[in-house]
T-cell receptor, first 115, second 111 residues
Framework: DGGITQSPKYLFRKEGQNVTLSCEQN?????MYWYRQDPGQGLRLIYY???????QKGDIAEGYSVSREKKESFPLTVTSAQKNPTAFYLC??????????????FGPGTRLTVL | RKEVEQDPGPFNVPEGATVAFNCTYS??????FFWYRQDCRKEPKLLMS???SGNEDGRFTAQLNRASQYISLLIRDSKLSDSATYLC????????????FGAGTRLFVKA
């Protein structure tokens, strides 16, 4: 079955540590996205990539980094510079390169908790 | 003013009831609109797109009012399984990619 996978489902991190969240899709979609969701707030865009080897900052990119070396993979690194990283992280993809009418498909998410 | 605003609820309704949610958006140039459903601790899933002429999918009806800058979602004959958070999504299409998610409206359908 085609879809988006994220791992791990739950992640615990000590302060000062970098962690990398995995996102893989086998939908052959061009664009991929990372969002963060906090209680009572809408999803906020961290980074997005419309094509391999290219990515753009979203609204809250500070303290995060990404890479897009392969079409199917878009890992997110949460660095120690991110002051409040505890959140639900969602990866998404679109078939096209993110035009206004594209439907976004989401992975199951990773819950990151900083201890 | 937030770019996309929703009443957070919760809306508590009995099975079989009709319930409606509204979502207002601030950018009058917004081009496309969606409703997503998100179950507790799960990922959002597309419920339906919202077209200018309005659209219906079974018990669900979505409408767009450009003059007043809001979209609505109507659920008829509510089922227990409709209990979820409903997210309003707006694409302003300002030339680059940008999607604005509302914070969601929680619905509880009770027997």
């Amino acid at each position: 079955d085609g879809g988006i996978t994220q791992s791990p489902k739950y992640l615990f991190r000590k302060e000062g540590q970098n962690v990398t969240l995995s996102c893989e899709q086998n939908l052959n979609h061009d664009a991929m996205y990372w969002y963060r969701q906090d209680p009572g707030q809408g999803l906020r865009l961290i980074y997005y990539s419309q094509i391999v080897n290219d990515f753009q900052k979203g609204d809250i990119a500070e303290g995060y980094s990404v890479s897009r070396e392969k079409k199917e993979s878009f890992p997110l690194t949460v660095t120690s510079a991110q002051k409040n990283p505890t959140a639900f992280y969602l990866c998404a993809s679109t078939k096209g390169r993110g035009s206004g009418t594209d439907t976004q498909y989401f992975g199951p998410g990773t819950r990151l908790t900083v201890l | 003013r937030k770019e996309v605003e929703q009443d957070p609820g919760p809306f508590n309704v009995p099975e079989g009831a009709t319930v409606a949610f509204n979502c207002t958006y601030s950018n009058s140039a917004s081009q496309s609109f969606f409703w997503y459903r998100q179950d507790c601790r799960k990922e959002p899933k597309l419920l339906m797109s919202v077209y200018s002429s309005g659209n219906e999918d079974g018990r669900f009806t979505a409408q767009l009012n450009r003059a007043s800058q809001y979209i609505s979602l109507l659920i008829r004959d509510s089922k227990l399984s409709d209990s979820a958070t409903y997210l309003c999504v707006v694409n302003p299409y300002t030339g680059g990619f940008k999607t604005i998610f509302g914070a969601g409206t929680r619905l509880f359908v009770k027997a």
